[in-house]
């Protein structure tokens, strides 16, 4: 089984923007959904934003006009670009891949990334 690798977390000023990527490399193939959760010190993982392999798209409330996902499936990347970033954004983001309509599937997790926005 392959892994998901991270990078493009950092510190931010609040209003600021950030970009996210994460690749998949080893045996990962036919991803049906990749995505981005993220987790808060004290709160559970919520999902932020997802994407399928036929381009649908899924994103949480609280993100929707600010931060856009995106995926190159030739290259088994995901990418979340975050624009206007506030302090309630902060956390660690993870990516994650699944595969449900072909065996073996599998739902993988990537090691995270943290995301800081300052106030």
């Known amino acids: 089984q392959g892994q998901l690798v991270e990078s493009g977390g950092g510190l931010v000023q609040a209003g600021g923007s950030l970009r996210l990527s994460c690749a998949a490399s080893g045996s990962i193939f036919t991803i049906n959904t990749m995505g981005w959760y993220r987790q808060a010190p004290g709160k559970q993982r919520e999902l932020v934003a997802s994407v399928t392999s036929g381009g649908s798209t899924n994103y949480a409330d609280s993100v929707k006009g600010r931060f856009t996902i995106s995926r190159d499936s030739a290259k088994n990347t995901v990418y979340l670009q975050m624009n206007s970033l506030k302090p309630e954004d902060t956390a660690v983001y993870y990516c994650?891949?699944?595969?449900?309509?072909?065996?073996?599937?599998?739902?993988?997790w990537g090691q995270g990334t943290q995301v800081t926005v300052s106030s």
């Open positions: 994650n891949a699944q595969r449900y309509t072909v065996k073996p599937f599998y739902n993988i």
